[in-house]
């Protein structure tokens, strides 16, 4: 047997063998080992620590000669010692400056143990319980360093005892027991809403002050974002040795759990979750109820605890309670007389629980008795028929609201990432959107749930057809989930940052739409306006991720329509934002991989924006480098995360840009060479993932006019021509029967620079005839209103060539509309 499995089945052992009075226990252990000596040795070794009391969560900095006793500790006079823990020693101490007083604990990293590892995990404990305001965990009040460098904690000073004597001392009543412990629960399901989880949840790491409950020592705890498989016997070895100063440290006795409470994962290597704390509170709670089989008294288990305490305390994670939430609903079913989620939903017991729970219901005499108990047979049968499709009802709306989230969320962003996917991904784009119709339209439905349908419908725009990012090309059905999102939003109960936020996306997706797709950039200023004027109503103290995700693409749609507007100084302020809000955005305690991309896209994004700017004014060599920059940094992130659109959409954009800015210099030549091959090669990719996206395909036939504005520098006048009488097939195709604004603008560009590639092959009846059709579609969107900016100050000379044209000139005399 490997020495992980032995310790696994020690603990296990363990664990049983203090449920075993003292006089059998050792018949027992010899029974449960048979011919192992090795594991009954190491089950007889744990018996002794525990006996001796020796068995603490990091125990072997226990062996650490004790420092002598402080006089100061930063503000704060020390009056005694109150213990010693597995990371130093604790401290009674009073505040006698600043004209107040007040008595704290001080908590110290002992002498001689300041390895990296345990100041790091010292530092870790101050930081998670500055997080941590709660009225059932013990409240920091300051930290710092000592002279000699070591780390403390103030605290606030607990005098009470733990909740093991508590239970002996006070003899607790059932209900005070189960109230007592739900005090516990509540403050670990708050740690885990922070996610935080506690690892060490015991009765000595529980004090009682004045009949409340506090959670103390985070030593050992860590954010979940941190938790790995490393609790295991050699990660925990390895540890403890480091801060003990030996080498081979006995693994379990140094583990930083207390056997007992620990979960088994613990020790198998497993990923540590919130479930390990579930485990322990299961512990817990068979701690305040021992079962002594007495059947009833002040502390009797009774089968709904026990029914509890296994589902808490079940081996396999899965099998536990999902969260402390979870745990606690039993409690208060518990405490109100409602059925136990954890007992068997049989006919039996919830009518026997109804019956409880209505007990004045039954009369005094027999006959008023039997009638009284057909009655509420009856109406428990009712009751029981009626809580039973309520239940089936909200499992399968939570199933469904689940689903709905999992296929919009998840697996259509994996899906996107794979090319030849385009079908699957439309029909489940196209059910997600009828489940979360559906949810919506449910009755009454609950704020949250309107919250989330809005979050969903949003998404689902941007993968339909919101501009600026890949997407299905579908603008119209877009547009409408964007409106029903905002309709779903306007619940004032949903709650201030979250619906600011979710406004905020689904306005600013709203304004690429009619800025690009119906080239009104005045409704879009006016819906961004709004998106923004939202964020900022939102207090500070409220702004969380979804808020500064919110506040991110709205700053995205700002440079969009101020680069639209060709608003340089608009631009320029923007891109310096948008760096500015990368390192002013609150850092979580863990930072993700998918944060730190996040941060890289965006400082991409600002080097983009400002090239741009460099391109617009002239500054060539400025916008060169900025969009080498952004080219830089974009196709790193492609090779960590491979395929993804949004990235690839961007990549092609920069480096079309910087080849637009490069090929205006000969000397810049071989910059705009590289450049066009990034962006040709890039787009080809994405047009592969988003085959029916019209923007991409139209970005495509701007990407393939470069090259065939390349080939004519070259000479090559044939294959240019033939090569940008592609480009233009290409818009044609995107551009539908519904002859969309924007592809009109492109189109006039597309015939306007076929023309100017006529005129240096020399083809003046070529040139003249595409001239005609740029005039054309001009006139068309003159008619709608529609003209783009850049497209009108390209277009004016096509009066003046259309008459030299009809004159009879030579293709010489006539002006290109694009250069």
Request: proline share 4%; hydrophobic share 45%.
């Amino acid at each position: 047997m490997t020495d992980i499995a032995v310790e696994r089945d020690a603990l296990r052992l363990f664990e049983q063998a203090l449920e075993i009075p003292d006089h059998q226990r050792a018949g027992w252990i010899a029974e449960q080992c048979g011919a192992d000596p090795a594991l009954r040795a190491r089950v007889e070794t744990l018996l002794r620590a525990e006996a001796s009391g020796s068995l603490r969560t990091g125990g072997a900095v226990d062996e650490i000669e004790e420092a002598p006793l402080p006089a100061r500790i930063g503000a704060y006079r020390i009056i005694e010692r109150i213990g010693r823990g597995g990371m130093g020693s604790v401290y009674r101490a009073e505040r006698d400056q600043d004209d107040f007083r007040h008595k704290v604990a001080v908590k110290v990293i002992k002498p001689g143990l300041l390895s990296d590892r345990l100041v790091e995990r010292f530092r870790a404990e101050r930081q998670i319980l500055a997080e941590l305001s709660h009225p059932h965990i013990a409240q920091l009040f300051d930290g710092g360093e000592t002279e000699d460098g070591s780390p403390y904690i103030v605290m606030e000073f607990l005098a009470g005892t733990t909740l093991r004597d508590w239970a002996i001392d006070q003899a607790p009543s059932r209900g005070e027991r189960l109230a007592m412990f739900r005090q516990i629960a509540s403050a670990v399901a708050f740690a885990h809403g922070h996610l935080i989880v506690h690892r060490d949840i015991n009765p000595s790491n529980i004090l009682v002050v004045d009949g409340r409950a506090k959670l103390i020592d985070f030593g050992i705890a860590r954010p979940v974002e941190l938790m790995r498989p490393d609790d295991g016997v050699m990660g925990a070895r390895a540890l403890v040795g480091e801060m003990a100063g030996v080498q081979d440290a006995p693994a379990l006795q140094n583990l930083t759990l207390t056997p007992g409470y620990a979960a088994p994962e613990r020790l198998t290597g497993a990923d540590i979750s919130t479930s390990v704390d579930i485990y322990s509170l299961g512990k817990l709670l068979a701690a305040l109820f021992p079962d002594t089989g007495a059947g009833k008294g002040r502390g009797a288990r009774g089968d709904e605890i026990s029914a509890i305490i296994a589902r808490a305390s079940a081996e396999d994670p899965a099998d536990r309670y999902p969260t402390a939430d979870a745990l606690i609903g039993d409690i208060d079913a518990l405490l109100d007389g409602r059925p136990v989620s954890a007992m068997p939903q049989t006919k039996l017991y919830l009518v026997r629980r109804f019956v409880a729970r209505n007990r004045l219901l039954v009369a005094a005499s027999s006959t008023a008795l039997a009638l009284i108990l057909v009655a509420t047979g009856v109406t428990a049968w009712s009751w029981y028929r009626a809580e039973e499709a309520a239940r089936q009802e909200a499992r399968r709306f939570g199933e469904l609201r689940s689903l709905a989230g999992f296929m919009i969320f998840d697996l259509e962003e994996q899906l996107a990432r794979t090319v030849g996917n385009i079908s699957a991904r439309r029909a489940l784009v196209e059910r997600a959107q009828a489940y979360l119709l559906a949810l919506a339209a449910t009755e009454n439905a609950a704020p949250d749930v309107k919250a989330d349908a809005a979050d969903g419908l949003i998404r689902l725009a941007r993968v339909q057809g919101v501009p600026g990012s890949p997407n299905f090309g579908d603008n119209e059905t877009a547009r409408t989930n964007l409106l029903q999102a905002i309709r779903l939003l306007d619940d004032p109960a949903i709650g201030g940052g979250r619906q600011a936020a979710a406004r905020a996306e689904a306005l600013s997706s709203l304004a690429m739409i009619l800025a690009h797709s119906d080239s009104d950039t005045a409704a879009a200023g006016e819906r961004l306006q709004l998106a923004l004027a939202g964020l900022a109503d939102v207090p500070a103290g409220e702004r969380g991720e979804a808020w500064f995700s919110a506040q991110r693409r709205t700053r995205h749609v700002e440079l969009e329509l101020a680069l639209l507007a060709e608003d340089v100084e608009q631009l320029t302020r923007l891109a310096d934002a948008l760096d500015r809000d990368v390192t002013t955005r609150p850092v979580p305690a863990t930072i993700k991989a998918a944060d730190r991309m996040t941060a890289e896209f965006d400082h991409a994004l600002a080097d983009y924006y400002r090239g741009l700017v460099g391109y617009i004014t002239d500054d060539l060599t400025g916008a060169v480098a900025r969009e080498n920059a952004s080219v830089q940094r974009l196709q790193q992130l492609d090779r960590q995360l491979p395929n993804d659109p949004q990235l690839l959409f961007q990549l092609a954009w920069s480096a079309y840009t910087g080849h637009g800015a490069a090929s205006s210099s000969p000397a810049m030549a071989r910059d705009a060479d590289n450049f066009l091959d990034i962006a040709r090669s890039t787009i080809d990719r994405l047009v592969l993932l988003e085959p029916q996206d019209r923007s991409i395909r139209s970005f495509s036939a701007n990407v393939r006019s470069a090259q065939a504005h390349a080939l004519t520098d070259q000479g090559k006048f044939a294959e240019a021509i033939a090569l940008q009488r592609t480009v233009i097939a290409q818009l044609e195709t995107a551009l539908g029967s519904d002859r969309k604004a924007p592809a009109l603008n492109r189109l006039v560009i597309a015939h306007g620079m076929l023309a100017g590639f006529a005129l240096r092959a020399d083809d003046v009846k070529l040139a003249c005839t595409h001239f005609a059709n740029a005039q054309q579609l001009f006139e068309e969107l003159v008619r709608r209103d529609k003209v783009l900016g850049f497209v009108e100050q390209r277009v004016r000379n096509v009066q003046a060539n259309l008459e030299l044209c009809r004159k009879g000139a030579p293709a010489s005399a006539l002006t290109p509309l694009v250069e």
